[in-house]
């Protein structure tokens, strides 16, 4: 199984301040024959499904404000959030979809307002 | 626009089979792989497993001996079956489509709304 490793567990960052998130993989997830890296970014609100911001590492999903933004390649990846608004209070997720014998997640990051 | 809908038993007991179904309305369940994740209260995803419209699945291992998932196209419904569950298996139990027609690795969009599954005599 690929393991999917977030730091930190939790987080709390003031208003208007960055947010950073990392994902570690414990084998690569980028796959040589197209260059792209099997990992998306979910946000998790209670009481709601996670709703997908980025894939291919760093593709941002339509509709999702340009403050999130997604890097990293290999096995070290990177979600930032630029300028925290309250809304953006929840669970954050890193997935690997690299091997369809196993999906994995990372254990979530609790973003909190400081 | 896509939606999906999980539907089944609220409460299942202890060494009984859980069984959900996947709704989908607003397009077709053809061509597309269909997934099944869960998530214990106040934990992470866990993903089960997925099917495609043909009927060709992949089970996460440490899962594999008790799922089973099926399709029906006719009604654009698939469906998952968890036999032999414990208190372990309590969770909000969502289905997820592959994002991408016809593709093998994509990631999850959309969700649905998920189910909680407790299980308990």
């Known amino acids: 199984d690929i393991v999917m490793t977030q730091s930190p567990d939790s987080l709390a960052v003031s208003l208007g301040e960055r947010a950073t998130i990392n994902c570690k993989s414990s084998?690569?997830?980028?796959?040589?024959?197209?260059?792209?890296?099997?990992l998306a970014w979910y946000q998790q609100k209670p009481g709601q499904p996670p709703k997908v911001l980025i894939y291919?590492?760093?593709t941002r999903e339509s509709g999702v404000p340009d403050r999130f933004s997604g890097s990293g390649s290999g096995t070290d990846f990177t979600l930032t959030i630029s300028s925290l608004q309250a809304e953006d209070v929840a669970v954050y997720y890193c997935?690997?979809?690299?091997?369809?014998?196993?999906?994995?997640f990372g254990q979530g990051t609790k973003l909190e307002i400081k | 626009q896509v939606q999906l809908q999980e539907s089944g038993p609220g409460l299942v007991k202890p060494s009984e089979t859980l069984s959900l179904t996947c709704t989908v309305s607003?397009?077709?369940?053809?061509?597309?792989?269909w997934n099944w994740i869960r998530q214990p209260a106040g934990k992470g995803l866990e993903w089960i497993g997925r099917i495609y419209t043909s009927g060709s699945t992949n089970y996460n291992p440490s899962l594999k001996s008790r799922v089973t998932m099926s399709v029906d196209t006719s009604k654009n419904q698939f469906s998952l079956k968890l036999t032999s569950v414990t208190a372990a298996d309590t969770a909000v139990y969502y289905c997820?489509?592959?994002?991408?027609?016809?593709?093998?690795?994509?990631?999850?969009?959309?969700w649905g709304q998920g189910t909680r599954v407790t299980v308990s005599s």
């Open positions: 607003g397009g077709s369940i053809s061509s597309y792989y």
């Open positions: 997820a489509r592959d994002r991408i027609r016809e593709a093998t690795n994509t990631w999850f969009d959309p």
């Open positions: 997935q690997q979809y690299y091997t369809t014998l196993m999906y994995t």
């Open positions: 084998q690569s997830v980028l796959y040589s024959s197209n260059n792209k890296n099997y």
């Open positions: 291919w590492a760093s």
